[in-house]
């Protein structure tokens, strides 16, 4: 089980990310309306030392349609490793719901305690 939090109204969980360089561990906005992986700043990319594999075209949550570079990068969690899609971008850093699938994770986000949930199922 991995226990997150909120931060004003926004639910924020850590997602270990590695790549040659360094292992990081990011907080992150657990964003349902993400679909892919992770999202990280260009600077965590930087440090982690992923290499841009592309762009691809993302609909941001505004409605329009950027170019984002990506990359590959391993996550872990509780113990389990497996290769990601990381996107690079400016904004803040996002765990997605491909995440959680990849991983076999239920989120659990109880607004009214404020607390997230991550269980394997």
Known sequence: MIKGGFV????????VVAWVRSVQ??????DTGFT????V????????????AGVTKTQIANGDVVDVPV???VAAMEGET????VL????????GINLLTKFGYKAIVDC?????VLQKV
Not at 25 to 30: D, G, M, N, Q
Not at 36 to 39: E, I, K, N, R, V
Not at 82 to 85: A, L, R
């Open 8 to 15: 004003e109204n926004t639910p924020w969980i850590k997602v």
């Open 25 to 30: 561990v990011p907080f992150v906005i657990l």
């Open 36 to 39: 892919g992986d992770l999202q």
């Open 41 to 52: 700043t260009p600077q965590i990319a930087e440090e982690l030392g992923v290499k841009v």
């Open 71 to 73: 990359a590959l990068a």
């Open 82 to 85: 497996k290769y990601v899609e």
């Open 88 to 95: 690079i971008s400016e904004s803040s850093p996002l765990a």
């Open 112 to 116: 009214k305690f404020r607390s997230v």
